[in-house]
């Protein structure tokens, strides 16, 4: 579990990086999965 953990921290930073160095093309993309975003959650089942 704690190599997943660790793998999907690496995403995580890797996708920060590239965000981040070219932010202002890559805000207009992320506008645009906002909306959808949300309707693709799913619930907790208890």
Known sequence: M???VAQMTM?????SCV???DYQN?????????PVAPSKRFEREE
């Open 11 to 15: 995403i995580d930073i890797l996708y």
């Open 19 to 21: 965000v981040s160095r």
């Open 2 to 4: 704690s190599s997943r």
């Open 26 to 34: 890559v805000c207009k993309y992320l506008e645009r999965t906002k």
